[in-house]
């Protein structure tokens, strides 16, 4: 167990880390710290509005579009840094091991945008040197790309677990 020196020293490191990518450690302590507010049955709550719930299975972009909508959701799309850091816990939660999890961002026809609201993905934490858009084929986005939190672009016939986003 750390200290509670150590424990503000890490927050505080994890507060201005840059591009909000941590390591299985940082992001244990970060979730340490953090109380998710359960919806109803496996689901938390990622706003006022909103309530997240995980499919079961890796799917591509377009089946976890059907799925989330099966639940009466969509995937999951981030408004803010605070959404962002609740959603990498509660992935760490669902499964504490580091997975692909798509978001509800594809590529429109200037940058990518979220699917339902049609903006912009502005400020967002891409990993270093995304998107790279390799092989002409990646129009998809996923969180969790070479550590815990950072967006990658990726092909959307590519199999990831699915975070749906349900109006509550």
Not at 23 to 46: I, N, S
């Amino acid at each position: 167990m750390p200290s509670a020196v150590t424990t503000i020293l890490l927050m505080g490191a994890l507060m201005v880390a840059p591009a909000y990518s941590w390591t299985l450690k940082e992001v244990a302590a970060l979730c340490a710290t953090m109380e998710l507010q359960p919806c109803d049955a496996g689901e938390y709550r990622l706003n006022d509005d909103s309530c997240v719930k995980f499919l079961p299975s890796q799917i591509n972009f377009q089946e976890a579009q059907e799925g989330c909508q099966l639940v009466d959701g969509a995937v999951v799309e981030l408004t803010n840094a605070d959404e962002h850091k609740k959603l990498v816990c509660m992935t760490f939660a669902a499964f504490p091991f580091r997975l692909h999890y798509w978001l509800g961002a594809t590529r429109g026809p200037d940058d990518f945008e979220w699917v339902r609201r049609g903006e912009p993905l502005k400020t967002v934490p891409w990993r270093e040197g995304q998107p790279d858009n390799f092989e002409d084929n990646e129009d998809c986005v996923w969180m969790n790309s070479g550590s815990w939190g950072p967006f990658n672009d990726g092909p959307c016939s590519e199999l990831s677990s699915v975070p749906c986003q349900i109006s509550k």
